[in-house]
């Protein structure tokens, strides 16, 4: 595998878009940012049922593993690119920022 570095951001759809599947397994992230953009290239993504990822579990072009041991990772790995394309947008900044400002709101 190469290491690519730093990817211009016009080919960086390119990357995403050619990707089988997109593996997250991530213990700390507050959005998923890779995720939204692989899943709006078309790919699907394995992720870490933890922290913000678990939010993007209920897709059907995303599968979630709680252990990351090689075996889970593997199967999980095996299965989505078996996946059709995503059935569902990943939503605007609007969304996610009016989504965030209800919990904000419903805590204060």
């Known amino acids: 595998m190469e290491f690519l570095g730093n990817v211009d951001h016009d080919k960086l759809p390119a990357y995403y878009a050619g990707a089988d599947a997109h ?3 991530s ?5 998923g940012l890779t995720v939204a953009e692989s899943l709006s290239a078309g ?3 394995v992720l870490k049922s933890a922290t913000a990822l678990q939010d ?5 072009d995303v599968e979630c593993v709680s252990d990351t041991d090689s075996d889970s990772v593997a ?3 095996r299965n989505v690119v078996e996946f059709s394309a995503p059935s569902e947008s990943v939503g ?4 996610v920022t009016g989504e ?4 904000y709101e419903s805590i204060l």
């Open 27 to 31: 213990s700390f992230e507050s959005f």
């Open 75 to 77: 199967t999980a790995v």
């Open 23 to 25: 593996v997250s397994l």
């Open 43 to 45: 790919t699907p993504c």
């Open 100 to 103: 965030y400002e209800s919990v």
């Open 92 to 95: 605007t900044w609007g969304d």
């Open 56 to 60: 993007w579990c209920g897709r059907d």
